[in-house]
Protein backbone atom coordinates (compact mmCIF):
# COMPACT_ATOMS: atom_id res chain seq x y z
CA UNK A 1 0.00 0.00 0.00
CA UNK A 2 1.08 3.88 -1.05
CA UNK A 3 1.68 5.86 1.74
CA UNK A 4 1.35 9.36 2.08
CA UNK A 5 4.25 10.44 1.98
CA UNK A 6 5.10 9.12 -1.30
CA UNK A 7 1.34 10.21 -3.22
CA UNK A 8 3.40 12.79 -5.16
CA UNK A 9 5.36 9.22 -6.70
CA UNK A 10 3.76 8.51 -10.51
CA UNK A 11 2.50 5.24 -10.18
CA UNK A 12 4.49 3.98 -12.79
CA UNK A 13 7.84 4.94 -10.69
CA UNK A 14 7.00 3.14 -8.23
CA UNK A 15 5.88 0.13 -10.31
CA UNK A 16 9.80 -0.04 -12.49
CA UNK A 17 11.01 0.73 -8.35
CA UNK A 18 9.38 -2.75 -7.29
CA UNK A 19 10.06 -4.46 -10.73
CA UNK A 20 14.07 -3.55 -9.75
CA UNK A 21 13.58 -5.34 -6.68
CA UNK A 22 11.49 -7.95 -6.99
CA UNK A 23 12.75 -9.49 -10.72
CA UNK A 24 16.16 -7.09 -11.48
CA UNK A 25 14.39 -5.71 -13.98
CA UNK A 26 16.52 -2.97 -14.90
CA UNK A 27 14.82 0.75 -14.41
CA UNK A 28 15.21 3.02 -16.83
CA UNK A 29 18.09 5.72 -17.66
CA UNK A 30 16.78 8.06 -14.77
CA UNK A 31 15.79 5.44 -12.02
CA UNK A 32 19.13 3.96 -12.63
CA UNK A 33 20.84 7.39 -12.06
CA UNK A 34 18.98 7.46 -8.49
CA UNK A 35 19.69 4.29 -7.30
CA UNK A 36 23.21 4.16 -8.02
CA UNK A 37 23.36 7.81 -6.02
CA UNK A 38 24.37 9.96 -9.62
CA UNK A 39 22.39 12.98 -8.15
CA UNK A 40 23.21 15.58 -10.98
CA UNK A 41 22.35 12.47 -14.08
CA UNK A 42 19.51 11.93 -12.19
CA UNK A 43 17.78 15.11 -11.94
CA UNK A 44 19.00 15.70 -15.57
CA UNK A 45 17.24 12.39 -16.98
CA UNK A 46 13.77 12.89 -15.03
CA UNK A 47 11.05 13.94 -16.80
CA UNK A 48 8.75 16.68 -15.24
CA UNK A 49 6.49 14.40 -12.70
CA UNK A 50 9.39 12.46 -11.51
CA UNK A 51 11.41 15.91 -10.69
CA UNK A 52 8.88 17.24 -8.60
CA UNK A 53 8.67 14.01 -7.21
CA UNK A 54 12.68 13.87 -6.29
CA UNK A 55 12.52 13.78 -2.64
CA UNK A 56 9.38 11.56 -2.43
CA UNK A 57 11.09 9.22 -4.96
CA UNK A 58 14.11 9.33 -2.73
CA UNK A 59 12.37 8.30 0.60
CA UNK A 60 10.48 5.72 -0.98
CA UNK A 61 13.69 4.04 -1.88
CA UNK A 62 15.21 4.74 1.51
CA UNK A 63 12.50 3.65 3.30
CA UNK A 64 10.81 0.91 1.38
CA UNK A 65 13.85 -0.97 -0.50
CA UNK A 66 16.60 -3.23 0.93
CA UNK A 67 19.72 -1.56 1.32
CA UNK A 68 21.36 -3.42 -0.63
CA UNK A 69 19.73 -2.84 -3.77
CA UNK A 70 21.14 1.10 -4.26
CA UNK A 71 23.70 3.49 -3.12
CA UNK A 72 26.18 2.36 -6.24
CA UNK A 73 26.72 1.71 -9.46
CA UNK A 74 28.46 -1.62 -8.26
CA UNK A 75 25.15 -2.70 -5.69
CA UNK A 76 22.41 -1.89 -8.48
CA UNK A 77 24.94 -4.40 -10.93
CA UNK A 78 24.71 -7.09 -8.00
CA UNK A 79 21.23 -6.27 -7.08
CA UNK A 80 20.20 -7.18 -10.70
CA UNK A 81 22.28 -10.45 -10.69
CA UNK A 82 21.13 -11.23 -7.84
CA UNK A 83 17.41 -11.40 -8.35
CA UNK A 84 17.88 -12.32 -12.04
CA UNK A 85 19.58 -15.63 -10.39
CA UNK A 86 16.84 -16.00 -8.02
CA UNK A 87 14.36 -15.80 -10.53
CA UNK A 88 15.88 -18.70 -12.25
CA UNK A 89 15.76 -20.79 -9.99
Do not use: H, Q
Not at 1 to 19: F, G
Amino acid sequence: MMKDSYKNVPNRTIRSINNYVTDGLVPGDFLTAVLENKLIEAFSRADAENLNAMEDIVRYIYNEIPMDAWGSEDEVEKWIELRKKKNKE
